[in-house]
């Protein structure tokens, strides 16, 4: 099954709201318990004897009676096909048996566990076909009515063909109007109650048989056994020829409607917008964007696409099912997203341990969301998936991130046996070693070793190191410069122009903003920023003493500033010392970030650099690096003045 079918089975099955709950699994009945002739996709149950209250048979006024425990019945009760549960009315558990209408029946309370007119035409179809019919040498329970010994006889089963007799109850029902009797009647025994009052059996039958009420529930009756044996087509049935039709040509817009979100979400286009125009006006001569998605269904049914051109012409006839609103959007991408994350979590379940990676952080809306991430094996091969945002509504702290992990992980379907390692940051709700998440799970799953996540531990660092005061001078200094040209059109078009005056090899015409948590990305930044460092000292230089006509007062003293403080030799040191060490560390932090790395590549990988940053702290390699900043103060026509201040900074 394809991706797009399987997302439309499930968008479907949300969709009919009104459909009975789906049988139990089906099993091979016993061949004592059940008839031979019941079907084999008819799913049956056995009784629970135990908890049947033998000792509460129903009475009547003038009758006093016992009841004498029949060890074949009891073993006949017994007996029984695959176990299964079936929900009550009240939400509560019960086990039945489809040969025995007795345990539907609650002889303690006096009501039905489960009305059988209520219960789903499955059911009804497991209690007709599997119906018992006791052998002639069966020994009935025998009761004391009256000082006499009495128990059921199977002549009238014969003469009554509608009689049911329960094992479990010692009692027999009407089973036609158990069914299929109409609410409201008060049919008493044989249908609200149990009837075991055998002295006064034959004159009961005949009196409720000849009730109106039991004549129309046997009609009924023959109508379903004339239908379930196929011999007669249910006139629901023969009425639902054009909503078979119906339903087919809906499913058949569906399919389209589906294959264009899946489209929209491989592509990462989104569907639409805040502006969104609703599809009853997308046949508007002067309509306004109506979104990518409608925007491609049209698109779609101008090509040609049958389907995609009949969603559109219910939509302008005004008709309710067109698949087309925001809402059937939106059930859409959740569909996909529930069959992504199954198809994963079952990949998931399948290795034989995983980690749960995660991190909370504020979105656009200032809402705290926690992206979760597990890794795991497939094979031989290391795996990172994604499994969805967790919005934190409870707080951020260390009990109540573990326990919406925990939750989400269980509502996902993973096994938690198999968890073996956390991954977070470093922050005291998350590493904290009493209340933090890692603590917290792992009192629970004690083999889910906490590791601090080793690219932010890098991350810190580089943090720490740039603390030392020339570097964080010049970190400043090269945002200020990015936040010059970035928010002014007319000074970064200056700065193209300059570049491609002076470097027309260079495809670079745009400085990089510095990034402002993860630290060793601004690696990027400084290679950029060399590059085109004459073109930027040039462009300052023309701002600065260009005409007032062109450049106001605050451009002009904002270049001059930025220009003395970049083409001083102190930046220009530090600049080339920080590049020359970042561009060691870039290196690792894409290593550490790699999925496929285990943790003794890691080890490999930090101790190379290791010894690679030990042998930096040599006198060549820093008259090395100090050769390069003198090589970069003259080409823009520095001459360095004093060399005691990079002298003192080594």
Same mark, same amino acid.
């Given at each position: 099954?394809? #991706?797009?079918?399987?997302?439309?089975?499930?968008?479907?099955?949300?969709?009919?709201?009104?459909?009975?709950?789906?049988?139990?699994?089906?099993?091979?009945?016993?061949?004592?318990?059940?008839?031979? %002739?019941?079907?084999?996709?008819?799913?049956?149950?056995?009784?629970?004897?135990? +908890?049947?209250?033998?000792?509460?048979?129903?009475?009547?006024?003038?009758?006093?009676?016992?009841?004498?425990?029949?060890?074949?019945?009891?073993?006949?009760?017994?007996?029984?096909?695959?176990?299964?549960?079936?929900?009550?009315?009240?939400?509560?558990?019960?086990?039945?048996? &489809?040969?025995?209408?007795?345990? #539907?029946?609650?002889?303690?309370?006096?009501?039905?566990?489960?009305?059988?007119?209520?219960?789903?035409?499955?059911?009804?179809?497991?209690?007709?076909?599997?119906?018992?019919?006791?052998?002639?040498?069966?020994?009935?329970?025998?009761?004391?009515?009256?000082?006499?010994?009495?128990? $059921?006889?199977? %002549?009238?089963?014969?003469?009554?063909?509608?009689?049911?007799?329960?094992?479990?109850?010692?009692?027999?029902?009407?089973?036609?109007?158990?069914?299929?009797?109409? %609410?409201?009647?008060?049919?008493?025994?044989?249908?609200?109650?149990? $009837?075991?009052?055998?002295?006064?059996?034959?004159?009961?039958?005949?009196?409720?048989?000849?009730?109106?009420?039991?004549?129309?529930?046997?009609?009924?009756?023959?109508?379903?056994?004339?239908?379930?044996?196929?011999?007669?087509?249910?006139?629901?049935?023969?009425? /639902?020829?054009?909503?078979?039709?119906?339903?087919?040509?809906?499913?058949?817009?569906?399919?389209?409607?589906?294959?264009?979100?899946? &489209?929209?979400?491989?592509? +990462?286009?989104?569907?639409?917008?805040?502006?969104?125009?609703?599809?009853?006006?997308?046949?508007?001569?002067?309509?306004?964007?109506?979104? +990518?998605?409608?925007?491609?269904?049209?698109?779609?049914?101008?090509?040609?696409?049958?389907?995609?051109?009949?969603?559109?012409?219910?939509?302008?006839?005004?008709?309710?099912?067109?698949?087309?609103?925001?809402?059937?959007?939106?059930?859409?991408?959740?569909?996909?997203?529930?069959?992504?994350?199954?198809?994963?979590?079952?990949?998931?379940?399948?290795?034989?341990? &995983?980690?749960?990676?995660?991190?909370?952080?504020?979105?656009?809306?200032?809402?705290?969301?926690?992206?979760?991430?597990?890794?795991?094996?497939?094979?031989?091969?290391?795996?990172?998936?994604?499994?969805?945002?967790?919005?934190?509504? +409870?707080?951020?702290?260390?009990?109540?991130?573990?326990?919406?992990?925990?939750?989400?992980?269980?509502?996902?379907?993973?096994?938690?046996?198999?968890?073996?390692?956390?991954?977070?940051?470093?922050?005291?709700?998350?590493?904290?070693?009493?209340?933090?998440?890692?603590?917290?799970?792992?009192?629970?799953?004690?083999?889910?070793?906490?590791?601090?996540?080793?690219?932010?531990?890098?991350?810190?660092?580089?943090?720490?190191?740039?603390?030392?005061?020339?570097?964080?001078?010049?970190? /400043?200094?090269?945002?200020?410069?990015?936040?010059?040209?970035?928010?002014?059109?007319?000074?970064?078009?200056?700065?193209?122009?300059?570049?491609?005056?002076?470097?027309?090899?260079?495809?670079?015409?745009?400085?990089?903003?510095?990034?402002?948590?993860?630290?060793?990305?601004?690696?990027?930044?400084?290679?950029? &920023?060399?590059?085109?460092?004459?073109?930027?000292?040039?462009?300052?230089?023309?701002? /600065?003493?260009?005409?007032?006509?062109?450049?106001?007062?605050? %451009?002009?003293?904002?270049?001059?500033?930025?220009?003395?403080?970049?083409?001083?030799?102190?930046?220009?040191?530090?600049?080339?010392?920080?590049?020359?060490?970042?561009?060691?560390?870039?290196?690792?932090?894409?290593?550490?970030?790699?999925?496929?790395?285990?943790?003794?590549?890691?080890?490999?990988?930090?101790?190379?650099?290791?010894?690679?940053?030990?042998?930096?702290?040599?006198?060549?390699?820093?008259?090395?690096?100090?050769?390069?900043?003198?090589?970069?103060?003259?080409?823009?026509?520095?001459?360095?003045?004093?060399?005691?201040?990079?002298?003192?900074?080594?």
């Amino acid at each position: 099954m394809s #991706f797009q079918q399987k997302t439309l089975s499930a968008l479907w099955g949300k969709r009919k709201r009104t459909e009975p709950a789906a049988a139990p699994t089906s099993s091979e009945a016993d061949d004592d318990s059940a008839p031979a %002739s019941a079907s084999a996709d008819i799913t049956t149950s056995v009784c629970n004897v135990s +908890n049947v209250d033998h000792s509460n048979a129903d009475s009547e006024s003038d009758t006093e009676e016992t009841f004498e425990a029949c060890p074949e019945a009891d073993h006949a009760a017994k007996r029984s096909c695959t176990e299964s549960q079936n929900m009550t009315n009240d939400g509560e558990s019960f086990l039945f048996d &489809f040969s025995d209408i007795g345990t #539907f029946y609650d002889n303690q309370h006096k009501r039905w566990k489960l009305d059988p007119r209520t219960a789903p035409l499955h059911t009804k179809v497991a209690l007709v076909s599997g119906r018992w019919k006791p052998e002639r040498n069966y020994k009935y329970p025998v009761r004391i009515l009256r000082d006499k010994h009495r128990t $059921f006889l199977l %002549s009238w089963c014969e003469r009554f063909a509608w009689l049911e007799y329960s094992r479990c109850l010692d009692a027999c029902f009407c089973l036609p109007c158990v069914l299929f009797a109409a %609410s409201g009647q008060h049919l008493g025994q044989l249908y609200h109650t149990p $009837f075991h009052n055998w002295t006064k059996s034959t004159t009961e039958f005949g009196r409720h048989q000849e009730q109106k009420a039991h004549k129309t529930s046997m009609i009924r009756f023959s109508e379903f056994l004339a239908i379930s044996s196929g011999k007669k087509t249910d006139v629901a049935v023969q009425m /639902s020829s054009e909503h078979q039709r119906q339903a087919s040509e809906n499913m058949s817009r569906l399919r389209s409607v589906v294959s264009a979100v899946v &489209f929209c979400g491989r592509q +990462n286009i989104a569907l639409r917008g805040h502006r969104y125009e609703s599809f009853e006006n997308l046949h508007a001569e002067k309509s306004g964007n109506p979104g +990518n998605f409608l925007a491609l269904m049209k698109f779609r049914a101008e090509a040609g696409d049958k389907s995609a051109l009949e969603s559109f012409h219910q939509a302008h006839g005004g008709r309710r099912v067109t698949y087309l609103g925001a809402g059937i959007q939106n059930d859409l991408i959740q569909c996909c997203g529930n069959e992504i994350r199954d198809s994963l979590v079952q990949a998931i379940n399948k290795s034989p341990f &995983f980690s749960v990676l995660a991190d909370e952080a504020s979105d656009c809306s200032n809402k705290e969301q926690m992206p979760v991430v597990i890794r795991y094996l497939e094979g031989s091969d290391i795996r990172e998936d994604f499994l969805g945002f967790v919005l934190c509504d +409870n707080g951020t702290t260390g009990e109540a991130l573990a326990e919406l992990i925990l939750t989400k992980l269980r509502k996902w379907g993973l096994n938690l046996d198999k968890l073996r390692g956390q991954g977070y940051d470093g922050a005291g709700n998350m590493a904290g070693r009493l209340s933090g998440c890692a603590a917290v799970i792992s009192r629970s799953y004690p083999k889910a070793l906490y590791i601090h996540c080793a690219s932010h531990c890098l991350n810190l660092c580089v943090i720490a190191a740039s603390k030392i005061t020339p570097v964080s001078n010049m970190w /400043s200094l090269l945002r200020e410069v990015s936040i010059f040209f970035k928010y002014s059109p007319k000074r970064s078009a200056k700065l193209e122009s300059v570049i491609e005056a002076t470097n027309e090899e260079s495809h670079v015409t745009k400085l990089v903003d510095l990034c402002k948590t993860r630290w060793v990305a601004r690696s990027t930044a400084l290679v950029t &920023f060399e590059k085109l460092f004459p073109s930027v000292v040039s462009t300052f230089q023309d701002i /600065s003493t260009g005409p007032r006509s062109e450049w106001n007062a605050d %451009s002009q003293s904002a270049a001059s500033s930025l220009l003395r403080s970049i083409t001083s030799f102190e930046f220009i040191v530090a600049f080339i010392t920080t590049a020359r060490v970042m561009a060691r560390l870039h290196a690792l932090t894409i290593a550490l970030q790699s999925s496929s790395l285990d943790i003794i590549k890691a080890y490999g990988q930090v101790g190379s650099v290791r010894e690679d940053v030990a042998r930096c702290r040599t006198e060549e390699q820093h008259q090395e690096w100090f050769d390069e900043a003198v090589a970069m103060a003259e080409s823009v026509s520095l001459i360095p003045r004093c060399y005691c201040l990079a002298l003192d900074f080594y």
